[in-house]
């Protein structure tokens, strides 16, 4: 018993020896070790203990008294340890988190534009400067009112200036480009002669020797552009404004533009440009002569797709040659058949009936004679069908009404104007009587 007594006497001066041997040694109170970071969790009282007691042992680098390294405290050790650190250590005064972030915010500028309603700092930095072109529309009213609180209403005020003070620079410097120049300063301006050249030294002369005249904001780029503005509405002292002549008479235009000397105006011609406009000119009159020889081929393909093709003759057409898909109208008294090509251009393309590899460039010619009779004459390689008699190259055949045409594989029928070709026919009779 005494020996298991002396053992657990000298573990509780072992356990409880580091923590107040230097302290009774010294007659001092020991400096508690802190980090200088924030504690991220509050630690709970025997974590804080544990930790106080660990410390002084690996400052001083070898392991407790009375305990041997490597071997683990006994349950019965534990309770006694527990039961010796019973009282709490408090812990140094560490400010939250939290307490910290919440600082740190309160040091930034609340934003105030929210008070402001529909007036905002811009609109307000407009008005001071007797700008009136707001971001919204407001009524004389309003814009009285919001004056009247600008002057004598302390809070609007304050809440204004401070808004108005986060304006970004280059804001507030566009706001105050739309200042309205004042008499004095036009009267400054208008000094500067109209007929120098001013340059941009000469207005910032201007600006250093009255700065009490100019608004603070102005630049010599803002002044030169006011200056030029006045001396085109001859507001310059040294211009002078004609007056209106005497009378009832009042000069117009088209007398002002009898009394201007042609002579006396220049006409500089420009070789260049009188060239490019002439190749252009030829270009689009060739195209529309294109187009115009192309246009009863797409009238064709009109009528055929959409289904509405006019009536077979009118007053101009001699005759139809009418197939499955489309129609060809005889308007002169001479057309060619074939195959278009880029360099081959004729009357009828039977390649717009279906297909024409077989059909020669120029297949063959259909003539109305005086007499009122149509003939067609074949120049291709292929023979070409008439009413099922074949007409060979070289040879021609009379064309009748209702006359079938086949040439390779296609086939039209031949449809004449009748009271057309009767008035021809008439008119070939009495120049022969005469």
């Known amino acids: 018993m005494a020996s298991g007594a002396t053992s657990r006497s000298e573990d509780e001066e072992s356990l409880a020896g580091p923590k107040r041997g230097p302290a009774a040694a010294s007659g001092a109170v020991p400096k508690r070790r802190s980090s200088s970071r924030f504690i991220k969790r509050k630690k709970f009282d025997d974590e804080l203990v544990e930790s106080s007691l660990a410390k002084p042992s690996r400052a001083k680098g070898g392991a407790e008294p009375g305990r041997c390294s490597g071997s683990e405290p006994s349950s019965s050790e534990k309770k006694k340890v527990s039961k010796a650190v019973s009282a709490p250590v408090a812990p140094s005064p560490v400010p939250a988190p939290g307490l910290a972030k919440r600082l740190k915010k309160s040091k930034q500028p609340v934003p105030v534009t929210r008070d402001l309603g529909r007036w905002k700092p811009a609109d307000d930095l407009l008005l001071i400067n007797a700008v009136l072109q707001f971001s919204c529309r407001f009524t004389l009213r309003e814009v009285q009112e919001r004056w009247y609180a600008l002057l004598y209403d302390p809070i609007i005020s304050k809440l204004a200036c401070q808004a108005m003070r986060q304006l970004h620079p280059e804001a507030i410097a566009a706001i105050q480009s739309k200042v309205l120049f004042s008499k004095a300063e036009e009267l400054l301006l208008s000094r500067v ?28 780029k803002a002044l030169q552009l006011h200056w030029q503005l006045m001396k085109q509405y001859y507001l310059l002292e040294d211009q002078t404004v004609q007056p209106l002549p005497k009378g009832d008479q009042v000069l117009n235009f088209s007398d002002a533009e009898d009394m201007v000397d042609d002579s006396k105006l220049k006409d500089v011609r420009d070789e260049v440009l009188e060239h490019e406009l002439t190749v252009a000119d030829r270009r689009q009159k060739r195209e529309i002569r294109q187009l115009e020889q192309e246009l009863h081929k797409w009238q064709v393909l009109v009528d055929s797709i959409t289904g509405m093709s006019s009536p077979d003759f009118d007053s101009q057409t001699l005759a139809v040659l009418r197939g499955r898909m489309v129609r060809y109208l005889m308007r002169s008294r001479e057309i060619t058949l074939g195959r278009a090509t880029k360099d081959n251009q004729i009357d009828v393309d039977l390649a717009l009936e279906g297909p024409a590899w077989k059909i020669s460039r120029k297949q063959g010619v259909i003539k109305l004679k005086n007499n009122g009779d149509f003939f067609i004459a074949n120049e291709g390689r292929r023979p070409i069908y008439i009413d099922g008699r074949p007409v060979l190259g070289g040879s021609k055949w009379k064309l009748n009404n209702n006359s079938v045409v086949e040439i390779a594989s296609l086939r039209f029928v031949f449809l004449i104007n009748q009271d057309l070709i009767a008035l021809i026919k008439a008119e070939a009779a009495k120049m022969a009587q005469q």
């Open 193 to 220: 002669g109209s007929g120098s050249q001013p340059s941009l030294d000469t207005f910032q002369d201007l600006l250093h020797k009255h700065p009490d005249v100019f608004y603070p904001s102005r630049t010599a």
